[in-house]
Every structure is written in C-alpha cells, then in structure tokens.
C-alpha cells in the first residue's frame, strides 16, 4: 500500500472534523479500557470482543473492524505470538502471564478513531514487561514527528530511532515487524498513505496541518518475519517470539500532535 502519484501532501482536516474524529476516537478508548479492566484468567478472546462491541454501540457508534473486509469481530485480540489481526474466539482462553494486544476501532457520524494497547494477563515475564514497555514508548516517542512541515517518512524515522533507543532504555532486543505499519484515517479505517515503523527521513507526502494518521509500532523480541495463518487475518511471528502493538489516531496542528483516541485512565 503506497500513495498515488503526484500526491505530495495528507490533506488537513478542518478543527471541527478533528473534533468529530475524537469523538469517535474517545469511544474507542473506552472500548479498550473496558476490555483491559475486564480480562482475567479464563476468560477467552470472545468474550474480550462483546465487551467492547457492547461499549462502542452504547455509545452510539458501529464497530468499524465488524464486517471489514470479511473480519468477523469487533476488536482484533492477539495474544503473545500474535503480532495483530488475531480473530476473537471461544477457543482461545487467557492465562496468567499472557501478553494481549487489543486492537479496535469505531465509527462515529461518518468518522472513524482506531487504537490499540497491549496489557498482560496478571504478572508477566521481566522480558514481555520490557517488550510492552519498550513498544509504547516507541509509540509516544514516535508520534512527536507528527507536525506540519513534516514528511510522512520523518515519522517512520523518528519510530526507528525510538526504536533504538527503547531497546537501550529497556535492556530488549527490539524487532521492527516487516511489512505492517500505520495509515491515513479519516471516513474510512485504512487510507493512503501507508505509514511504514522504520525508514530515511524527508520523503514522501507533506504533513500539514490537520493531517491524521494511525501510527502503530508492532515489535517482537526475536524476528521482523512474520506468516498468516490459515484464516487469512492472524498475523504470527515467523519464529513465534512475542509481540507488542501500540496505536493512536494523531493528528498534526499548529500546538503540536493531538492524540484522537484518548484514553481516560493511564496506560
């Protein structure tokens, strides 16, 4: 997925469509809160997924993932292994010391917020702690490039070198996934232009302001390889290393970068 030719800026979006995109993106947020709080030992990846479809439709939004391109859930659930796209099932049933990516999106009066964490079941391995830690600080880090005069591979750089530098901060051997990153937003979940997590800096679209992106590292402890499996979605790391995935929706504005799927409780 690139962006088509002749395309040298991510079109803004007026301060009113941002606030709209917030309102859906706070939805999600607390879509992703409630599925936190909520899973324990026993509980399968299923039941993860009702709670938050119930969460968005309470709150008057549709389930963006639900039906996307045949996707049969509201929330991709992707445990330790599993990189993303992990489908919710009955069979999959959470233990102490699993590491969950919960990656979800709803949609709003014509706008979409899309976000995603990664939280372990109870207490996790020293490795997976850092692993999860590290990966959210790339997010966080990385998300500051996400200014007007910017270009879009500035963003992909400045995740690379959070990247390095995470793996110093947190003692990891860090993995960038090969192949998956973030994307342009906005009426529909997935547009132009693909956000890579690692790449030089200074090329393609200019970033003005009110352009948004979803902006997602994906890491693993031992691989950037991955394969899908047989469902066409599972995403799995090719030597089944564990994995971490953090996203916000993010927009760029003259005071800087403005988170669009907030969250009301600290990560």
Aim: hydrophobic share 40%; proline share 4%.
């Amino acid at each position: 997925m690139g962006f088509r030719k002749g395309k040298k800026r991510i079109a803004g979006k007026t301060p009113g469509e941002l606030d709209a995109m917030e309102a859906a993106g706070r939805i999600v947020g607390k879509a992703l809160v409630a599925v936190r709080e909520a899973a324990k030992p026993g509980m399968t990846t299923a039941d993860l997924d009702a709670i938050a479809e119930a969460v968005i439709r309470d709150n008057g939004a549709i389930p963006t993932f639900k039906g996307y391109m045949g996707f049969p859930a509201s929330i991709c659930s992707s445990v330790n292994d599993v990189i993303v796209h992990g489908i919710p099932n009955t069979t999959t049933v959470l233990q102490e010391g699993d590491l969950v990516s919960i990656d979800c999106g709803a949609t709003l009066d014509g706008w979409v917020g899309d976000s995603a964490w990664t939280f372990g079941i109870g207490e996790l391995a020293k490795k997976h702690q850092a692993l999860n830690e590290a990966t959210r600080f790339v997010l966080y880090e990385g998300l500051q490039a996400m200014v007007p005069g910017n270009r879009l591979t500035d963003v992909s750089w400045a995740l690379e070198q959070a990247t390095d530098a995470a793996a110093q901060r947190f003692g990891v051997m860090l993995h960038i996934v090969d192949g998956y990153g973030g994307h342009g937003i906005g009426h529909t979940m997935h547009e132009e232009p693909f956000l890579a997590n690692e790449g030089d800096p200074g090329r393609g679209p200019l970033i003005e302001e009110g352009s948004v992106l979803a902006i997602e590292p994906m890491l693993t402890l031992g691989t950037r390889d991955s394969f899908v499996e047989a469902d066409d979605w599972t995403v799995v790391s090719l030597d089944h290393s564990w994995a971490s995935h953090w996203e916000h929706t993010v927009a760029a504005t003259a005071q800087g970068p403005r988170i669009l799927t907030p969250r009301d409780v600290a990560d």
